[in-house]
Every structure is written in structure tokens, then in C-alpha cells.
């Protein structure tokens, strides 16, 4: 029992995939505003960091799974297993984005194929949020069968994807004040998902095996819960604090303003996993 620190490999992948994931939609709707060709190429240079944070994430779900070889076994139910449909559509999006990004670096991407391939390319990274949401709806853990689970992995690329866009735009010298829009997103994300706490709080009591209950799983719930949601505060209070005076965040405040934000969200999926529990002989509630 406690915070699901035993899947660490998990809980670092879904995050950081996720937040990734969200991040690079919201740098492609930027691109494709089509900003100057010297800011563009800014912009697309600074991306090979979500590219080497996607990477170091499908690193560690390889530790989960023990041997790469498991890996590609696991996608031979693509369209049938939601753990096949995962890792399907999340390498589809590494290696569209990898190589967008590797095209764009050497300056051989046309421009109209880059606005395609940018929109394919969203798409999967679409398809990969929802992916990794639908592979914990398991009828037989009654914690993770329901909404919550599934909403709360969503809401984090909403939550962490825009920080983490606006600290490489702001690496590529963009003007941040033009995507103030991006902490609304944040903002949005980080109330949905504290109404989302609040219920899933109550529901937990409810929930019992004939040898668990499911509140005795995480009995720290609404303490961690609590600190989770003060780091995601934190985080956009470094993000929005120099908006207010009228002036762009600096690479400094952005970064402090991702790892609170990435901290709550690693609080939160440590949670979700800790709360793993199998029906046993019956489930009330």
C-alpha cells in the first residue's frame, strides 16, 4: 500500500508521454502560423527536446516490460489489446515527429509537406493521449474502471503539455506573450482535475473487495492529493507571475515552472497506480 512508487517506470512513461505529447501539439499549432523562416527553423530546433524526453520515456517502459523483445510482441494485437494500441501509436508518433524534426534540421522539409506532416503528426500524438488513457479501463480493478483514471491521464497533457511548450518556445526566443492562451489550457486542466480528485475521493469509500478496501490503498490520499495540487499552483505562479508585470517569463522561471507542474503530475500517477486492487471474491460499491 502507498503511492505506486513500485511502477516508477509507468508512472515516468505515461507522464512524461503524455506531457510531450501535448506539448508538441500546441508547438505545431505555432508552426503553423508560419512564423518567419529563421523562427521557424528556432522553434523546430528547440522540439529535439520533447523528442529526447520521448525518448528516455520509451526507455523506461522498457524496463517495465523487462526486454525490449516484449515490446514488439506486444504489438501483434494492435487494434484488439489497448496495450498494443499504445505502443503502436506511440512509436507512430515518436517517428513522425523524430523525423519531421531531422528533415526540418537539415532545412530539406519543404514548407507546404511541413504543414501535412505537422497536422498527421498531431493527430497521432492525439491518438497516443487517448491510447494510454484507455489501456488501465480493466473490469477486474474496480479503482481504475471508471472515468476518473482516464480523464485524469488526459488532463495531463493539458495541465503539463502547455508549460512544457511555452519553456522551448521561450528557448527558441519566441515571444511568449503571443501564446497566453496555452496557461489558460493549463489552468482549465488544473481545475477539471481537482473537481475530478474531489469526486474520485469520495467514490473510493464505496469500493471494497471481501479483503480490501479500496480507501485503506492510499491512505495518504488527500494529504498527496493536496501537495499535488500546490506544485501545479506553483508551477503556473512561475509561469504567469511575470505576464502580470508585463514581461516575458525567463527560461529560468519556465523551467522552475515545469519540473512543480511534471512533480504534481508524477504525485498524481503515483497515486492512480497505488490504487490498484483486484475484485478478490466480490466488489461492493
Known amino acids: ?14 507522464v512524461i508521454g503524455q506531457t510531450v505529447a501535448g506539448a508538441f501539439i500546441l508547438m505545431a ?13 528556432q522553434i523546430v530546433m528547440s522540439m529535439f527536446g520533447l523528442w529526447l524526453l520521448m525518448g528516455i520515456g520509451f526507455l523506461l517502459s522498457m524496463l517495465h516490460m523487462g526486454s525490449p523483445l516484449r ?18 501509436s506511440g512509436s507512430l508518433f515518436f517517428a513522425l515527429g523524430g ?26 500524438a492525439a491518438f497516443f493521449i487517448y491510447a494510454i488513457s484507455r489501456v488501465y479501463q480493466i473490469e477486474t480493478v474496480p479503482t481504475w474502471f471508471n472515468q476518473y483514471g482516464s480523464l485524469q491521464f488526459i488532463l495531463t497533457s493539458l ?19 503571443r501564446v497566453r492562451s496555452f496557461a489558460l489550457i493549463s489552468i482549465i486542466g488544473i481545475i477539471a482535475s481537482c473537481i475530478l480528485v474531489t469526486a474520485q475521493g469520495y467514490e473510493l469509500g464505496s469500493i471494497q473487495s471481501s479483503v480490501q478496501k479500496a480507501s485503506q490503498l492510499v491512505p495518504d490520499y488527500a494529504s498527496l492529493m ?33 519540473l512543480f507542474v511534471v512533480f504534481g503530475e508524477l504525485i498524481g500517477r503515483g497515486i492512480f497506480y497505488g490504487l490498484h486492487m483486484t ?7
Request: net charge positive; with cysteine.
Open 159 to 177: 495541465i503539463a503539455g502547455p508549460v512544457l511548450a511555452a519553456f522551448l518556445l521561450r528557448i527558441a526566443s519566441y515571444d511568449i506573450s
Open 29 to 41: 499549432l505555432v508552426l503553423q502560423l508560419k512564423p518567419s523562416a529563421q523562427q521557424h527553423h
Open 1 to 14: 500500500m502507498g503511492a505506486g512508487l513500485h511502477e516508477y517506470p509507468l508512472i515516468l512513461f505515461t
Open 226 to 258: 493536496g501537495w499535488r495540487t500546490i506544485c501545479l499552483f506553483l508551477g503556473l505562479a512561475f509561469w504567469l507571475y511575470p505576464h502580470i508585470k508585463m514581461r516575458n517569463p525567463s527560461i529560468i522561471s519556465l523551467f522552475i515552472a515545469v
Open 99 to 124: 523525423l519531421y524534426w531531422l528533415i526540418s534540421f537539415f532545412k530539406k522539409m519543404p514548407r507546404s509537406l511541413g504543414q501535412i506532416w505537422l497536422m498527421i503528426t498531431m493527430f497521432a
Open 279 to 285: 475484485v478478490g471474491m466480490a466488489v461492493v460499491g
Open 71 to 88: 515490446a514488439f510482441n506486444s504489438m501483434i494485437r494492435v487494434g484488439h489489446s489497448a496495450l498494443s494500441n499504445e505502443i503502436v
